[in-house]
């Protein structure tokens, strides 16, 4: 394993505390990274338990074969297989949700617009199509849909007409500081101390791993594989998922009503809403990249 690019773990000791109820229980990390909350988990857990975790990153599935721990397994997979673990089968389920350290800072990924590298930003690179790949033949429409929904980007029909006019003249974009320059040429104002590119590469990357489709189907595979009384703990990096995770427990902490039924008894609520928690200063001080962490924890009910 390349132990060049490392990564430091938001939120460890709350989301653990928030995770572990019953120390030889079954539990699950849905986003192992670089083992940061698992090995932390792993040091908690009594000889009973058990740790399943879940990558779709080939570079953190071999981050978890270091793990020498009969009570851990790793999956490569996406979170949104959490169901094929069963129902009420897991006592907690951690959701790391976003892009790790070593994802951003190792050009040859191709997620970041400060090192120029090939435009990737798979992470799973084993299947599916690039950035570039897509790029290369998308519809300027489309671009500029993408672009605006998943960057909440103001400027997305320039940006998405600038990167075809640059297709059609010389051939498409190829290379993460390609893109960069382009939509540092259309973008003309833009928030104090942020790159113009940032909403551009966030959107391509959350839209080419299909990021929110399947946060919403791994939050309905979390709460059918809870055990009554635990844990869902999922940590958010931006608006987009934090919205995703904060409507699906309010969703499911509310009773239920049928309309056509008005005197029926309702539904009963499946989630318990329990915290919402920052980093703290001396977090963010420490590591920058924890600024935006917002970590909500909820709780299953017996219903």
Known sequence: MDTQWQHTTVLLNEAVDALLTRPDASYVDATFGRGGHSRAILQR???QGRLVAFDKDPEAIDAAAQIADARFSIRHQGFRSLG????ASVAGVLLDLGISSP??????????FRADGPLD????TTRGQSVAQWLATAETGRIAEVI????????????AKAIAARRQERGPVATTAELAELV?????????GQDPATRTFQALRIFINAELEELQEALGAALDI??????LVAISFHSLEDRIVKQFIARHSREVFDRRAPFAAPQPTKLRALAR?????GEVAGNPRARSAIMRVAERTAA
């Open 148 to 159: 605006r929904d998943y960057g909440e980007e103001r400027f997305a029909v320039p940006i």
């Open 84 to 87: 094929e673990l069963g129902p």
């Open 226 to 231: 809870l055990q009554p009384g635990g844990r």
């Open 103 to 112: 994802q951003i800072d190792n050009p040859a990924r191709g997620f970041s």
């Open 184 to 192: 540092a040429r259309t973008v003309k104002t833009r928030e104090p």
């Open 121 to 124: 930003m798979r992470m799973d």
């Open 277 to 281: 928690v920052r980093p703290s200063a």
């Open 45 to 47: 857990l009594g000889p």
